[in-house]
């Protein structure tokens, strides 16, 4: 039998209450099938929210209130959780931030930046800074946090998720940073990359007419739900859960991952980009790449 692991309360707003949670139902005497009998949510479901690692829905918190006798304590804390969870995200983004730490596999087509779960801080703050512009260096650095959290996806669990990311070749040739730091970007994607924790391919910046032209896509695939896919604009985001859609999107997804250059020549093209970054060759050779 597995050892119980501790929760750290004092690590964050989700923690202390999925401590809590522990704490209330243990003290009741209550296994976790006890607890969710009668809901509409399984024994999972709830370990994943003693482990700060989901929400409380509404529905749920007043279900665990009226077997425990709890007063309302976690319908009231619910939403405190909530936001916590999403803090440095937009609201639209709240039911793929859920989803992500569920997911089987992740499938993401980003042709225009490095996709926010392999962003390094700098290459995140240079992003932040032109687009939010106005914001106090405080809520720069609160975005900069939520979105390192997430990929803490790929330190957690060596398993799950499988992450496909395919990137079209300009986006490892713009210089968002200085060159040093580009270097540092790029190394950070292949060293993850060497590590077997993500899987990359680039889209040659001559590859010609291709699928999802129009647009960025994640698609997630979930061991116990059905799959979705998620598109997201300058400041706004489209979660699809129509069956028939997604099978489309990932029709669209497949048809992309054929036309783009095999594993092993992305990472060596990866890598010649940080080292093109690195010796200040890279401005020259993104010049060369747009006017031959």
């Not at 704490?23 to 482990?51: N, P």
């Not at 916590?84 to 983004?93: E, I, T």
């Not at 793929?96 to 596999?105: D, F, G, I, Q």
């Not at 087509?109 to 801080?121: A, E, F, K, M």
Request: proline letters at 5%.
């Amino acid at each position: 039998m597995a050892a119980r692991k501790d929760i750290d309360g004092s690590a964050s707003v989700p923690q202390f209450y999925g401590k809590e949670l522990r704490f209330k139902r243990e003290e009741a005497g209550l296994t976790l099938e006890g607890l969710v009998e009668g809901s509409f949510y399984g024994v999972t479901y709830l370990s994943e929210i003693e482990r700060g690692k989901r929400t409380m829905p509404l529905d749920l918190a007043q279900h665990v209130d009226r077997v425990l006798g709890t007063d309302g304590f976690f319908q009231r804390g619910c939403e405190d959780v909530r936001k916590a969870r999403r803090k440095g995200h937009a609201p639209y983004f709240e039911r793929v931030l859920e989803a992500e730490k569920r997911a089987l596999t992740i499938q993401q087509w980003s042709p225009t930046v490095i996709p926010g779960l392999l962003q390094t801080g700098p290459y995140m703050r240079a992003l932040f800074q032109a687009e939010w512009a106005q914001d106090l260096p405080e809520e720069i650095e609160e975005k900069i946090t939520g979105r390192l959290a997430r990929a803490q996806l790929f330190e957690e669990n060596h398993k799950q998720p499988e992450y496909w990311a395919i990137l079209h070749e300009s986006v490892i040739r713009l210089p968002v940073l200085s060159g040093e730091r580009m270097a540092q970007q790029l190394d950070h994607i292949a060293g993850l990359i060497k590590r077997g924790r993500i899987f990359t391919q680039i889209l040659p910046w001559n590859a010609g007419a291709h699928a999802l032209m129009l647009g960025n896509a994640m698609a997630l695939a979930f061991v116990d739900a059905p799959p979705l896919v998620y598109m997201e604009g300058q400041h706004h985001g489209h979660t699809i859960d129509d069956p028939g859609l997604v099978k489309q999107y990932q029709r669209s997804y497949d048809l992309l991952r054929a036309a783009a250059l095999p594993l092993e020549a992305s990472l060596a093209l990866i890598e010649d980009a940080a080292e093109g970054y690195r010796n200040g060759k890279q401005p020259d050779r993104l010049a060369r790449l747009y006017l031959a």
